[in-house]
């Protein structure tokens, strides 16, 4: 028989240290996915939330639609007050934010932006927003929320490590995408292309892994459904290529000059305009919330909310709108951000994008109109936004439709290039600049974007 080797007191240290650091790398696994799923649950909730103020408002316009001309003016300016008074961070988009904190060296500034009061207040003044005829969307502000949520995480577990930290709060943001449209791939997409604006190993697993598990979340609650429905359209390589080009230039045209005209407006208004504005913010948001409920009555009550119904009517050609549909609802939108109320752009800018594909199939006989309205939600949503490959992915997502990928790619790359013509920075990137301007006036340049380099390092 042989002998036994003696384990020396160093071998069984060492073993144990093992065991503990293998439990350990487990507990913060699990603990990290129970965060991922929270983002899926909260964006579920979020949405319906959102549901039920969109219904109270259509009851609220069923009793007479003349009440908006009070509703929505008092709604923006309460919600405009409680922003600015209780909740700052909490105003715009969200996704602005969620950019910003990836920059910002100051995690004491992070803690507060990326605060579960703020992301609450997020949720609840949205919701205020479209109950009260806002044309905004809760997609922005779910990526603030699920930023957040991870964010909490990765404090409560103790990481302090910066590179870890932008790793959890680009994670919550595209698992928030993931979740809100139940497009687990454009989650991905958007992860890379407009949070972080480059793929890094480090922290792809992260992100993935979120993304991931807050989608099953999402489909495991309200079913595996598409945001739009599923659309069988084709657009053949030959004549009908035509409308590729028509949504693509006209939607980089309307798309890229609603960047430029945000843009400009968030550096702050010239003369006794700008001077009003900053003395009287809320009265002035309920003024806005006047032109909105003017806005609403022109169109029939068709450009308050998020537009979501009338966007999938038109991509399912289920409803008919006229072409004074798309300028109403670009109008409102703009009305919306300048308001100040908290509120997102992707569904809105999905709606008049639809919209404008509307107007155009019209005129071109020679491709099916639900692939117009198609091209012409991608050229316009890619403009807006200068992510060509996530306004795609989410495009070809939320209709179920692989058929017509690369005609959305062709016009959505043709639409980014028209907009960058005339928006030589990206909208949510500027927007983020002058968020970190506002958060941290004096950021270390090693790490925070520079507006010379379209804010996140893109010429």
């Known amino acids: 028989m042989s002998a036994s080797v003696p384990v020396t007191s160093a071998q069984l240290r060492h073993l144990r240290d093992q065991a503990k650091a293998g439990t350990a790398n487990w507990r913060r696994k699990l603990i990290y996915w129970s965060g991922a799923v929270m983002v899926g649950v909260v964006a579920v909730a979020f949405a319906a939330l959102a549901d ?164 099953v979340t999402a489909i495991a609650m309200v079913g595996n459904y598409t945001y739009f429905g599923h659309t069988s359209s084709v657009v053949p390589v030959g004549a009908s290529w035509l409308a590729v080009l028509t949504c693509g230039i006209l939607g980089g045209l309307s798309g890229g000059s609603f960047s430029a005209l945000l843009i400009r407006i968030s550096r702050g208004v010239p003369g006794r305009a700008g001077a009003f504005i900053a003395r009287r913010p809320i009265l002035f948001s309920g003024l806005c919330g006047l032109v909105l409920a003017i806005i609403g009555l022109l169109s029939g009550g068709m450009t308050y909310g998020t537009g979501y119904v009338q966007a999938r009517d038109i991509i399912m050609g289920s409803g008919d709108y006229p072409a004074s549909y798309f300028v109403l609802k670009f109008l409102a939108t703009i009305v919306s951000y300048c308001s100040g109320i908290p509120g997102g752009l992707f569904a809105p800018s999905l709606s008049v994008g639809a919209g404008m594909g509307g107007w155009v199939a019209q005129y071109l006989p020679h491709t099916s109109p639900g692939a117009v309205v198609l091209l012409g939600t991608v050229a316009y949503f890619a403009a807006v936004t200068q992510a060509p490959l996530t306004a795609t992915v989410i495009v070809m997502e939320m209709c179920d439709n692989q058929q017509i990928t690369l005609a959305l790619l062709a016009s959505a790359f043709l639409a980014f290039g028209v907009s960058r013509a005339l928006c030589s920075h990206a909208l949510y990137g500027a927007l983020a600049v002058r968020f970190l301007r506002s958060a941290d006036p004096r950021p270390d340049s090693s790490t925070s974007p520079s507006p010379a380099t379209d804010t996140m390092g893109r010429r």
């Open 52 to 215: 039920k103020a969109a219904g109270l408002r259509s009851q609220i316009i069923a009793v007479s639609p003349w009440l908006m001309l009070i509703v929505t003016p008092g709604g923006l300016a309460l919600s405009t007050w409680l922003t600015r008074s209780w909740f700052r961070g909490a105003q715009g988009s969200g996704i602005p934010q969620a950019i910003a904190c990836l920059h910002l060296n100051d995690l004491r500034i992070v803690d507060k932006v990326l605060a579960l009061k703020i992301a609450l207040a997020k949720i609840f003044l949205t919701c205020l927003g479209l109950l009260c005829g806002g044309s905004i969307g809760r997609e922005g502000p779910t990526v603030q929320v699920g930023a957040s949520i991870m964010h909490t995480v990765g404090r409560f577990m103790g990481v302090n490590d910066p590179v870890k930290q932008r790793a959890l709060i680009k994670a919550g943001g595209a698992a928030g995408v993931a979740a809100a449209f139940n497009t687990p791939l454009a989650g991905i997409v958007f992860g890379i292309e407009e949070l972080a604006h480059s793929y890094e190993q480090r922290t792809s697993g992260t992100m993935l892994t979120c993304v991931v598990i807050a989608g």
